[in-house]
């Protein structure tokens, strides 16, 4: 029995040195660093979620203020927080090769719907991302126009039975982008604005959350690799994995059945699928590799992911914003009518004619950055101008909330200004201190799509309503810590009163 005892009691103390073993990680590099405690590193925020995240790496931020960067543990893994904007840029672009990767997860060979541009990493995103980009041209974009404006007419005839009451935006906007996404991206009509208990969207809301299993699961998955095969981890449940595989297949058959040609994003897919091993085609890729059915699902399901919660979450704000500055939406509002007669209606032309409009989206996208942090993985040391290393294998964390609420780079940063973005003053922003789309090759995908629909969601909205806070608007906005975007810990309620 004490025998027993003792075995357990000194396998306990073992596992509890072996996982204490790494915080002596950045003294030994000479970086300064936050401290770490048994057992959730150095704040235990960065793991329970308790607190949005943007807000945890913001006071860490803030202690190190005059250090270009910094060391902080989650669990037992270290982590780099780059605060200098010259090695953001170096991390970003200048030494890209060395940092290609986001290394958030270590991606289960089985959880196939992971396998998408985001988390994948070296020689498949790179011929991923190469063969994808085309997706979003400026022709394209043009040429999708006319069903961004169907959804938005389904929009306006929703909105209408809205006219004087208090909402929830979010939501409700919500359903304007799934429906975006689906018909522009996969030629589905979800018609999610009507039926917003849509599976496909309730897939997205789901995955979406940062909740506490996920966490653990990266945790394990990333620390103890063979265990996380044993236990089968994986990401999306399987019945959710085989709903969205069938979902594709279906379309994919359609339009082989009929022949339809749609020049989407599913037909991209679907041509490197018929062109064999993408790879193959003299490219220079390492190695080849094939289209399979799973690979273009988990292409499309991380389009409608990042498509429909980032850019509501953007109008969201920027609505929000509004309702509180009412010299700043009469403004925008004359802009939008203006260019609308001069364009005879709301026309690709005249949504690039509103210049106020875009740097009050820009002033948005600064005060609510929809991704709090941009992630990296050094794949090749990098030694920096001032002597210091950044070894293979650090996970790299860029402070983009941080960035652009430090005072030093955006005076009185609480303050919705959208002129820090007008063509005298946008020249003066410090390169790579403003970040809402990250930067480089690995930036946003989709940051020309999200843009447009969040400009075409906004005017829609203005076009026919007035919106204004009321007794249940939250003053200032509180974030919350379950989201893995920068989401309000409370719904955002405005109230929309209709337009004479
Ligand atoms: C307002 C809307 C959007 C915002 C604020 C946003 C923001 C971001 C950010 C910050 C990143 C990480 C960039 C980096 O690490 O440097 C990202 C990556 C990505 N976004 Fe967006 N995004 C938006 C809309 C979209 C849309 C509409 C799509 C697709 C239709 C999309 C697809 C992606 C993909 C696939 C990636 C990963 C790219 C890669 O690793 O190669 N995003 N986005």
Redesign the pocket.
Known sequence: MLLGVAVIVSLLWLFYKHWVSVYSHWKKRNIPFYPAKFPYGSDPNLVKLKEYRGYTIDKMYHKFASHPMFGVFSLRSPMLIIKDPEIIQLV?TKEFSHFRD?GIIKLPEKDVLNHH??HLGGEK?RAL?MKLTPTFTSGKLKAMFPLFISCAESFSSLLLSKADSKIDIKELIGRFTADV?CSC?FGLEMDVINHPDSKLRKIGMERIKLTFLTKLKIAVTRLFPALSALLKIRFTPLEDENYIINLVKNIVEQREKNGIVRNDFIDLLMQLKDKGNIGDDGQEFEKPFEMTLELMAAQCF??FL??FE??SS?QSFCLYELALHQDIQSRVIKEINEKIERNNGLTYKALHEMEYLDMVISET?RKYP??PV?NRYCTKTVTLRSGQKIEQDTMIIIPVWSLHHDPQYFSDPDKFDPTRFSQENKDSIVPYTYL?????P??????R???LQ?KVGIVTLLQKFKVEPCENTKIPLVMGGISATTASNEPIIIKLIKRS
Do not use: Q, Y
């Open positions: 970003l986001r541009l985001f995103w991302r996404i991206a991380v389009f990042a498509g980032t850019s953007l996208s929809t991704v941009l809402p789309f990250g930067e480089g690995r930036m946003c995908i989709g940051m799509f999200g843009l969040t």
